[in-house]
């Protein structure tokens, strides 16, 4: 059933990545000040969102969690967790590259970028900390106080940083500037469509993620009938 | 009101044993002096640099400090397992990690107290200009680091690599409080009084310690009881 | 008619999906003493620890006199003493027993009582790093009686002890007992165990495999439980 899912998600995600990078290669025009580079865009802003849905799905299993006691959410948010940081180093080393053709820097103490970092430190210390704990109950408890923890903080941390410095383009999709067109609607419509993609591909890995989960749990558990065994 | 007397005989009882053995108030305080004297090796800061930047240099100190104090808090529960006599007594969760981080609170203040004039000596610096401001933001910072420190302490009390793990964990969390308390303590150095748009620093740490003391609070009792 | 002592109805432990503990069910009276057997890893010490809600139970649930193990009215009448001594080496004998009877609400001269009882009043404001171990042993037996508790776990009691503090140890438990207090405790010790004990229970890979009452076989006998209702003795 879930393979099936997996590869039906697959046959969706994969034609529509080709399609897209076709389409921002060859079919949209070069932006008037930056020239060819912003097309990192399509692939730093989507990245971005399909990152924040990963990190909002690991809050909301680990919420679950603590609330049901399941291994299956717990599952869940580490997968999701994992699946985000891939996502958000995309986004980050997309905008490392744009920073140094734009800005002539790898990296700049930007807000959002900083942020970006920040989330990325405390979701690998949630990872950190999940290694380091044998016990797979205790874990999952631990880990999901952890998640709850990381997503407060970083909720203050953008404030914080948001007043601290600024200097990030601002927003420019038309649903957060009050409906203000910003950008051509063919580029707007591009984002969406790189950002579906994305978000399918996220979604294989967080079900490939889980399955592997399953798997050690299960081998974790036989192993301990083994040992209770001799 | 049960709940406030449980934590503060846990504050006293932690607070008793720190004074006796006084193992992290000594290791904490010499660690934090040579701080502030390694940085003004590596930098030789002029007078007009220290203002600019010394907020910066105290919590990083104070942040370190912190760690350390923080480490031994739940860690002194494990010898003798008296984590599990604490646990099956009376004392909710809550009260067992509300004593805590007021013993926390209270060696790290009092270490803050000390390396403040260290500093004052050190960079030849008035940093009393504007005294109840500064301690009123000590406090709060101060406030954050146990309370989040504490919380952490509970959450690696059983782990392997305890002692790398609560840092590790600790530090990127703590932004949004250090940055805050960094940019206050800066303009609180200078002896101006603050301009009205620092206000919103003032409330970033306030609403960080409203809403990390409650999580903690809330969350305490499920993390002590395995 | 009144709520058992102990009542635990089909507590399920797990460690990830490793079941450490299955479906354990059984009622104590107040009054009576059980022993718990069982070998390394059965889950003795697991389901003590849900007992005296330390840990929670995955499944099922634990009920002390009708209350809610971690309700704070039923802590209070629970002894712990486990295989540690839980006290602080840093802090003198006085000290120790004054903080743990703040959580309980036991004022200081109760303190002193037991100072005495347990003959350590002549050293009690010296830190009890300095004690022998015997000394440990019956401040931590002092420790888990302080509060009066009407519930006891004992987690291996017999086993880091001391002759005099075992016998500290029996006398007050054989009066807890007369004064209508339950006891639990789990033991590798059978001999000792089965002098107090009135029920005795084997846990066998987290299974309670038999439950009943102490029978004059397994006095004489301590093999006897094992080759009759363990699996793999």
């Given at each position: 059933m879930r393979t099936k899912l997996i590869l039906a998600l697959g046959a969706v995600a994969g034609p529509l990545l080709l399609r897209n990078l076709y389409v921002i290669m060859f079919g949209v025009p070069d932006e008037?000040?930056?020239?060819?580079?912003?097309?990192i865009f399509y692939y730093h802003l989507p990245a971005f969102l399909t990152a924040a849905a990963c990190y909002f799905g690991a809050l909301v299993a680990s919420v679950l969690y603590l609330a049901k006691k399941d291994q299956k959410y717990d599952a869940f948010a580490v997968s999701a967790t994992e699946t985000g940081l891939a996502f958000a180093a995309v986004n980050l080393i997309t905008g490392m590259i744009w920073g140094r053709i734009i800005w002539g820097i790898w990296w700049a103490w930007d807000p959002r970028l900083t942020w970006a970092l920040i989330c990325w430190l405390v979701y690998f210390g949630y990872l950190m900390l999940r290694t380091a704990i044998d016990d797979p109950t205790e874990r999952a408890k631990n880990s999901a106080v952890l998640s709850v923890f990381a997503s407060a903080s970083v909720a203050v941390t953008w404030k914080a940083i948001e007043w601290w410095r600024t200097q990030h383009p601002g927003p420019v999709l038309s649903i957060r500037t009050g409906g203000v067109q910003k950008i051509d609607p063919m580029m707007e419509n591009m984002i969406y469509m790189n950002t579906l993609a994305l978000l399918l591909l996220a979604a294989i890995f967080v079900l490939v993620r889980l399955r592997q989960e399953e798997v050690q749990r299960e081998i974790d558990g036989l192993r301990r009938y083994a040992h209770a065994m001799n | 009101m049960t709940t406030l007397r449980h934590a503060a005989a846990i504050a006293r009882k932690d607070l008793r044993s720190e004074f006796r053995t006084k193992e992290s108030i000594n290791s904490t305080l010499s660690f934090s002096v040579v701080i502030l004297l390694l940085f003004s090796f590596a930098f030789d800061p002029s007078p007009d640099m220290i203002v600019e930047f010394g907020g910066g240099l105290l919590w990083m100190v104070f942040a370190f400090a912190g760690a350390l104090i923080v480490n031994r808090s739940f860690a002194r529960e494990l010898p003798n397992d008296c984590i599990d006599v604490l646990v099956s007594s009376p004392a909710s969760g809550a009260s067992l990690f509300l004593g805590k981080a007021v013993a926390a609170f209270v060696l790290l203040f009092g270490i803050e107290c000390i390396c403040l004039p260290v500093f004052g000596i050190f960079y030849n610096i008035t940093w009393w200009r504007s005294l109840g401001g500064l301690m009123g933001v000590l406090a709060l910072g101060t406030w954050a680091l146990a309370c989040a420190g504490t919380f952490f302490s509970a959450l690696t009390m059983n782990l392997r690599l305890r002692e790398l793990m609560l840092p590790m964990l600790l530090y990127p969390m703590l932004i949004p409080a250090l940055l805050s308390a960094m940019m206050l303590t800066n303009t609180l150095l200078t002896g101006q009084p603050i301009p009205s748009d620092f206000t919103v620093w003032l409330r970033i740490l306030i609403g960080f310690n409203i809403m990390f003391t409650t999580l903690s609070l809330y969350l305490a009792e499920t993390i002590l009881v395995r | 008619m009144s709520a058992p002592a102990v009542a635990a109805a089909g507590v399920w432990k797990y460690f990830g999906d490793y079941p450490a503990l299955c479906d354990v069910r059984f009622d104590l009276d107040a009054g009576e003493c059980l022993a718990l057997l069982g070998r390394n890893g059965a889950g003795k010490t697991t389901l003590l620890r849900i007992l005296g809600g330390l840990s929670g139970a995955s499944k099922g649930e634990v009920r002390i006199d009708g209350g809610e193990v971690r309700a704070s009215g039923t802590r209070a009448r629970i002894g712990w003493l486990g295989h540690s001594i839980g006290l602080y080496d840093e802090l003198t004998a006085r000290e120790n027993l004054r903080t743990f009877g703040a959580l309980y609400g036991v004022p200081p001269a109760t303190v002193t009582d037991w100072l005495e009882r347990v003959s350590l009043a002549h050293v009690a404001?010296?830190?009890?790093?300095?004690?022998s171990r015997g000394m440990r042993q019956r401040l931590a037996v002092a420790r888990a009686f302080l509060h009066g508790p009407r519930l006891l776990l004992l987690d291996e009691?017999?086993?880091?002890?001391?002759d005099k503090a075992i016998a500290l140890l029996q006398s007050l438990l054989a009066a807890a007992r007369t004064e209508g207090a339950t006891i639990i405790l789990s033991t590798h010790q059978l001999r000792e165990a089965m002098e107090l004990a009135s029920k005795v229970a084997l846990l066998d890979r987290g299974k309670l495999v038999h439950f009943g009452e102490r029978t004059s076989e397994m006095v004489g006998d301590p093999g006897y439980l094992y080759r009759t209702y363990g699996s793999a003795a």
């Open positions: 008037m000040e930056q020239g060819p580079i912003y097309r | - | 404001d010296s830190p009890v790093r300095e004690y009691p017999f086993t880091s002890l001391d």
